[in-house]
């Protein structure tokens, strides 16, 4: 009997310290139907404005369009997931497609990405042109036979440690392999708070960095109480890029990992 009291005692413990329901478990972000559970900002425009239905709802996919801008003029736009996450791992498809907004810079050609450890949109001042955060940065080949890396890294308004090393760089590249306009390509980010980040494409470990802080340019006209260079990134908003090349979205999807807040 007392052997039993012991283990019953045990499995109580082991109850308690069990994860949250849905932790470990594959969670869709998008339901394919609608953008509900997402928060568009664009540039030059309030938190929740849509300016010209950049992201809209298509056969299931989250499409990036500019079909009713006239003129980009640095309208780059997110589109957030409602909460914040620290460690998971997030998978999503995209597949760049025509035609590019002749308005936009020239670096946006068959260049998008999904932003994380994000500050929240609502802390956006609408002149604000990039958040605070870090980028999986994505492109595709531009025809010519030269190499162009999907899954790099970007940083508006933050800085990591590559290599062992603090570094300012605004964008490192990854060593994928490069993947054509058109082609779908499988993306995987695997994120533990601000101790160890993953670039994944296509089943492939492309990019290893770690310790990302909030520092260095690119980011403007932000609320200088959400720049504190220096502080720790351990969590914060995922976000879809709207930079100027229509992108498709689908099977967005996150599994939170141990120690996810």
Same mark, same amino acid.
């Given at each position: 009997m007392k052997k039993l009291w012991i283990g019953l005692l045990a499995c109580v413990a082991l109850s308690a310290s069990a994860p949250a329901p849905?932790?470990?478990?594959?969670?869709?972000?998008?339901?394919?139907?609608?953008?509900?559970?997402?928060?568009?900002k664009i540039h030059h425009h309030p938190v929740g404005k849509n300016f010209g239905n950049t992201f809209r709802v298509k056969d299931g996919m989250i499409q990036v369009r500019y079909d009713q801008y006239g003129d980009f003029n640095e309208q780059y736009g997110h589109l957030y997931y409602k909460t914040p996450f620290s460690h998971y791992h997030l998978?999503?498809?995209y597949r760049f497609v025509d035609p590019w907004e002749k308005t936009a810079p020239s670096y946006t050609i068959l260049n998008s990405g999904v932003m994380f450890h994000s500050q929240d949109p609502r802390t956006m001042p609408v002149e604000q042109d990039w958040p605070i955060s870090v980028e999986m940065q994505f492109l595709a080949g531009l025809g010519d036979g030269q190499p162009r890396p999907t899954g790099n890294m970007c940083s508006p308004?933050?800085?990591?440690?590559?290599? *062992?090393?603090?570094?300012? +760089? !605004?964008? %490192? $590249?990854?060593?994928?392999?490069?993947?054509?306009?058109?082609?779908?390509?499988?993306a995987e980010?695997?994120?533990? *708070?601000?101790?160890?980040? +993953? !670039?994944? %494409? $296509?089943?492939?470990?492309?990019?290893?960095?770690?310790?990302?802080s909030i520092g260095g340019g690119v980011a403007n006209r932000?609320?200088?109480?959400?720049?504190?260079?220096?502080?720790?990134?351990?969590?914060?908003?995922?976000?879809?890029?709207?930079?100027?090349?229509?992108?498709?979205?689908?099977?967005?999807?996150?599994?939170k990992l141990p120690g996810n807040k």
């Open positions: 849905g932790d470990g478990e594959w969670t869709s972000l998008f339901n394919g139907k609608n953008l509900k559970n997402w928060i568009v998978q999503m498809e308004g933050t800085n990591i440690v590559y290599q *062992g090393k603090f570094n300012t +760089q !605004h964008c %490192i $590249n990854s060593s994928s392999k490069t993947y054509e306009k058109g082609e779908w390509v499988k980010l695997i994120v533990y *708070g601000d101790s160890l980040i +993953q !670039h994944i %494409i $296509n089943g492939d470990t492309v990019l290893q960095y770690s310790k990302p932000y609320d200088p109480a959400q720049k504190i260079d220096g502080k720790a990134l351990t969590s914060g908003h995922i976000a879809l890029q709207s930079e100027g090349q229509p992108i498709d979205f689908r099977n967005i999807r996150i599994r």
